[in-house]
């Protein structure tokens, strides 16, 4: 496709028809792609493709990455329906993702749960910094939620994720009915970080000690980048032990990679604590969490 006078070669996994969804399916079924690329020593969008609820928000200048809001233009997802979003980075391209508002899960009578699948690529060079709102499943909510993430050896990433209990103002904390989780990175096609569960809170209560406990908050950040060494990792533990009712554990899993596990009693001790791991790699706080 032509973006302004470049024109970019979607990659492979991006270069499908267009939209094919029956009527019916419209705002059920949708499908999100994105592809940034170096111009010029410029991050720009070369290739936007979103069908409605997605929304693609306009590409920003923030410094020397493209900073765009990704937004579901819907009430939220429901039983039935599956999202399908997929971002490639190009070779020396930065690019800032948000979302704009947290995604509610709503109740379903249907026999499938709801689906989210994503896939994120870095290229050599390239930098991908993620920072999402929470994911609120609302009582009897059923959620499948997949997101593969493949970097290049010498690319960054800063991924920042959240799950609240429930719309724990009404009550509701862990009461939706099934949730399946499944993050997994890939650096130079080496599996490096595995997370994986399932959670039946009528079945298995989620707030036992060894698992959630009192925390509401649930969040992994993923970091990797030259600076992600042990010495970094100490003490982000440290500061993260001094913010009251967060527990959090940090561990480099290896050369150059960072991860934290976030829990949290209340949403303004998880948002310090997700701001605890952007300052710690410069990375800006553009919008309150």
Known sequence: MRSGKWVTRLPDALAEPRDQRSASAIGRRARLELVFGCRRGRTVLTHAY???PFRVGRSLDAGSYAYVILICS????????????????????????VSQAALQVHPTAAVHAAIIQSRFQVESGG???????????????????RIEIQSAADSRLFWSDALMAGRTGSGEVWRFDDLSHELRLTIDGRL????????????RPVDRRWMAGGAHYVGTTLVHHEDARTSCAERLHIQLEAIDEVRAGVDCLAPNLLVGRLL????????????????????PILRRT
């Open 50 to 52: 979103a069908e409605p």
């Open 127 to 145: 930098e991908l910094d993620c920072f999402w709102d929470p994911v609120i499943p609302f009582a009897g909510a059923r959620l499948s939620q």
């Open 264 to 283: 949290a009693a209340r949403g303004p001790q998880f948002a310090a604590a997700r701001a605890a791991f952007r300052t710690a790699f410069g990375r």
């Open 192 to 203: 490096k970080y595995l997370e994986r569960y399932r959670l039946t809170p009528r079945s």
């Open 74 to 97: 819907g009430p939220g997802i429901f039983g039935g329906d599956v999202l399908d979003q997929r971002v490639h980075v190009e070779r020396g391209a930065r690019v800032l993702l």
